[in-house]
């Protein structure tokens, strides 16, 4: 993490300069915690890429679905012919 540039001889800084550079840090550092806890959330993510996969191939994954069934289906009535 790399830290601001100050100068060599700094002015003084303000109590009120000190507390937004307090709250910005732990926005930062919020934001931070967030994003890696979503990213070891692997049930999370594992669920949202689901969620995708139908919103965006739902007809493919339905038709996949359908062929397989009738696959299996002709199987058994093929197995139970003989």
Not at 6 to 26: C, M, Q
Not at 60 to 72: F, I, P, R, T, Y
């Amino acid at each position: 993490m790399t830290t601001p540039q100050r100068p060599e001889n700094p002015e003084p800084r303000t109590s009120e300069e000190i507390v937004a550079d307090l709250a910005d840090t732990r926005e930062h550092l919020a934001e931070t915690v967030e994003a890696l806890g979503h990213k070891l959330d692997v049930r999370a993510r594992s669920r949202e890429k689901v969620a995708v996969a139908r919103r965006d191939h739902g007809r493919e994954l339905a038709l996949g679905g359908g062929v397989v069934l009738l696959l299996v289906a002709a199987l058994v009535w093929r197995r139970r012919r003989r």
